[in-house]
Nanobody, 123 residues
Framework: VQLQASGGGLVQAGGSLRLSCAASGRNLSGYVMAWFRQAPGKEREFVAA????????YYADSVKGRGTISRDGAKNTSYLQIDSLKPEDTAVYYC?????????????????WGQGTLVTVSS
């Protein structure tokens, strides 16, 4: 499985951004797809995940109400949209995937990772 993250950039506070994670090598319809982020000097943290087998989604408190994770099965692509962006959302965002039942919010449970895309939110 290969994951390619894209869509990062420079955004003003209050704006929106949609990140994409294109998968290749396998159909990920039954997988858990997730997004993590890592700000400078901080540990990687969970942002959102979707368990596409049953359609359940999960969000970190920091983006709950502002973030939406979704997928396009035909394109084998997962998306993360974050609205009302804040400077503290600035980070490198990584997509990840796992075929197993895992601790959704733990990075260790995901064997497949994209390369990361930088999101910078200016105040």
């Amino acid at each position: 499985v290969q994951l390619q993250a894209s869509g990062g950039g420079l955004v003003q506070a209050g704006g929106s951004l949609r990140l994409s994670c294109a998968a290749s090598g396998r159909n990920l319809s039954g997988y858990v797809m997730a997004w993590f982020r890592q700000a400078p000097g901080k540990e990687r943290e969970f942002v959102a995940a979707g368990r596409w087998r049953n359609g359940i989604t999960y969000y970190a408190d920091s983006v709950k109400g502002r973030g939406t994770i979704s997928r396009d099965g035909a394109k084998n692509t997962s998306y993360l949209q974050i609205d009302s962006l804040k400077p503290e959302d600035t980070a490198v965002y990584y997509c990840a995937a796992s075929s197993n039942s895992i601790n959704i919010r733990g990075a260790a449970g995901y064997p497949y990772w994209g390369q990361g895309t930088l999101v910078t939110v200016s105040s």
